[in-house]
């Protein structure tokens, strides 16, 4: 069965550097997205990215977050500067279409540890 | 807004007995209603969606899930419960975006 693959699996960093994570969607897939997972609490929406941009984001996706497709395979979220509280378990997922009624698909994850 | 309410942190449940997981949502229009299960480690897996048709849906695992659109509820049933089904189950609604509740451990005792 197709996966969504992500990577690191665990990342620690210290704060103020720059973090990327990676994901690889499942192949015809054509929506995308990133969710996080701060410990304990709930799964958030932080941002959707189709044909090449941003779709929607949220109110955590700052101008310290950035969302890039460098090569028609990777979908990748940085963030530029990193936070104490952006210590969290980040999740791609994607989806074959985009209304709301489409299952998503999500990695395994990558946690992020900021010290 | 869209939102989901999952009110209990833990569900408590012996194996072979019935199980309930509970679920409200707030949304203008029809919801699409999502119930997805978390593993130690692992990343979400979808288990059954309510997009429209009978308020009855089964999913994998053998769960099922009742839309009750009076009550604004979607809980998540099964009839006998495993120790394997132990997990993190959220709910989760979608109109332009998927947005989750706070998750609800299940857990089930031998």
């Known amino acids: 069965e197709p996966e969504v693959t992500q990577t690191p699996s665990h990342q620690v960093t210290q704060m103020g550097q720059e973090v990327i994570l990676r994901c690889v969607p499942i192949s015809n897939h054509l929506y995308f997205y990133w969710y996080r997972q701060i410990l304990g609490q709930k799964v958030e929406f932080l941002v959707s990215f189709y044909n090449n941009e941003i779709s929607e984001k949220s109110e955590i996706f700052d101008d310290q977050f950035s969302v890039e497709r460098p090569d028609g395979s990777n979908f990748t979220l940085k963030i530029r500067s990193t936070k104490l509280e952006d210590s969290a378990m980040y999740f791609c997922a994607s989806s074959f279409q985009g209304d709301g009624a489409n299952v998503l698909t999500f990695g395994a994850g990558s946690r992020l540890t900021v010290l | 807004a869209q939102s989901v309410a999952q009110p209990e942190d833990q569900v408590n449940v012996a194996e072979g007995n019935p199980l309930t997981v509970k679920c409200t949502y707030s949304?203008?229009?029809?919801?699409?209603l999502f119930w997805y299960v978390q593993y130690p480690n692992r990343g979400l897996q979808f288990l059954l969606k309510?997009?429209?048709?009978?308020?009855l849906v089964k999913g994998s695992y053998g769960f099922e899930a009742e839309f009750n659109k009076s009550q604004t509820s979607f809980h998540l049933k099964k009839p006998s419960a495993l120790v394997s089904d132990s997990a993190l189950y959220f709910c989760a609604v979608s109109r332009d975006k998927l947005i989750f509740g706070t998750g609800t451990r299940l857990q089930v005792f031998p």
């Open positions: 309510y997009i429209t048709g009978d308020n």
């Open positions: 949304v203008s229009g029809n919801p699409y």
